[in-house]
């Protein structure tokens, strides 16, 4: 267990259905980040967050909704997705960029697909 | 931003032989190299990285070099065997508090 957990692991929503990815995180970093990994695009950053200010947001559909209530907690919450929007959502944290050894921790992923 | 490239994309070994995949980066800023392991079905974990102070970083059968003249680096993995086949994924940070992906080099080592 690296510390990052991910819930739920396995999520099918239709096209109208509004859902929430959740991740959690014990590691005393300041940074939490979610990716999208698909055939097409292996690692493909979304959102990060540094001390609880979204810092990037690479030009993602407002489909996707990210949340930070804190820095041990980030949200991912979606709603009317496409089929294509199907893929493995990961999230990670690191510590602060500067410091010690910035590895990203990641969760296990919430495989996620759209009918 | 930075933009990482990573070649090839796919990697099939024979156990025993050597495997090296390579990174290219854009944001001469980048200070930190890592490399992640994915295993099919399990998250990328970290297992070698480079600071940008150092040209070479080994641990057991893997190695890393690192060319900032030519915003390059590389991962080694030697005398590979089975538990080495999984994605491999490059990573660097650029300026900023993020870190930039490859786009994964799925290796496979033969029996």
């Known amino acids: 267990e690296t510390g990052v957990t991910q819930t739920p692991r396995h999520l099918v929503m239709g096209m109208t259905n509004k859902k929430s990815l959740k991740c959690e995180q014990h590691?005393?970093?300041?940074?939490m980040y979610w990716y999208k990994q698909s055939a097409k695009k292996p690692l493909e950053l979304m959102f990060v967050?540094?001390?609880?200010?979204?810092?990037e947001n690479n030009s993602v559909p407002s489909r996707f909704s990210p949340e930070c209530p804190n820095s041990s907690h980030l949200f991912l919450h979606l709603h009317t997705l496409q089929p294509e929007d199907s893929a493995l959502y990961l999230c990670?944290?690191?510590?602060?960029?500067?410091?010690?050894?910035?590895?990203?921790?990641f969760g296990q992923g919430t495989r996620l697909t759209v009918v | 931003g930075e933009n990482v490239e990573q070649h090839p994309s796919t990697l099939s070994v024979q156990e025993g032989d050597s495997a090296v995949i390579k990174c290219t980066y854009s944001?001469?800023?980048?200070?930190?190299f890592p490399w992640y392991k994915q295993e099919l079905g399990k998250r990328p974990q970290l297992i070698i990285d480079?600071?940008?102070?150092?040209g070479e970083k080994k641990d057991q059968r893997i190695a890393v070099t690192l060319n900032k003249t030519a915003k390059h680096f590389s991962l080694h993995i030697t005398e590979t065997q089975p538990e080495d086949s999984a994605v491999y994924f490059c990573?660097?940070?650029?300026?900023?508090?993020?870190?930039?992906f490859g786009t994964g080099t799925q290796l496979k080592v033969e029996l």
């Open positions: 990670a944290s690191s510590h602060e960029w500067g410091l010690a050894r910035p590895e990203a921790f």
């Open positions: 590691l005393g970093h300041n940074a």
């Open positions: 967050y540094s001390l609880e200010e979204r810092v």
């Open positions: 944001d001469s800023a980048s200070n930190y």
């Open positions: 480079i600071r940008s102070n150092v």
């Open positions: 990573a660097a940070p650029g300026g900023g508090n993020k870190l930039t």
